[in-house]
């Protein structure tokens, strides 16, 4: 088992930036691929970004160039800088992590992860 506990939303204006944090815990050495993920209200939820064991990372283009997966394993913590944030980018966002390596169309990758945080909110306002 692996909990994950995700932290660092906030309330925004556009253009600002914010870094979430999601604090792993249990058999996170079970876990190879860890991702970010996001569901805005009424919407599906969405992969953001993802990094593989090895710090191979991948993004959604919506957020490519903007946002950067980063983890810190002495600390058991995963990472998502968000920056130049947009009226599109309000939701909640998760952590999740996964038994597998990372793999496949990002994408088509929610189903791939096993292992969810409760989410924390973000917000943007213009």
């Known amino acids: 088992q692996v909990q994950l506990v995700e932290s660092g939303g906030d309330s925004v204006q556009a253009g600002e930036s914010l870094r979430l944090s999601c604090s792993a815990s249990?058999?996170?050495?079970?876990?190879?691929?860890m991702g970010w993920f996001r569901r805005p209200p009424g919407k599906e939820t969405e992969a953001l970004a993802r990094?593989?064991?090895?710090?191979?990372?991948t993004y959604a283009d919506s957020v490519k160039g903007r946002f950067a997966i980063s983890q810190d394993n002495a600390k058991n913590t995963l990472y998502l800088q968000m920056n130049n944030l947009k009226s599109e980018d309000p939701a909640m966002y998760f952590c999740?992590?996964?038994?597998?390596?990372?793999?496949?169309?990002?994408?088509?990758?929610?189903?791939?992860?096993?292992?969810w945080g409760q989410g924390t909110q973000v917000t943007v306002s213009s």
């Open positions: 999740a992590a996964s038994v597998y390596y990372c793999s496949g169309p990002i994408s088509r990758s929610v189903f791939d992860f096993g292992y």
């Open positions: 249990g058999h996170k050495s079970s876990s190879y691929c």
């Open positions: 990094i593989d064991w090895d710090g191979t990372t």
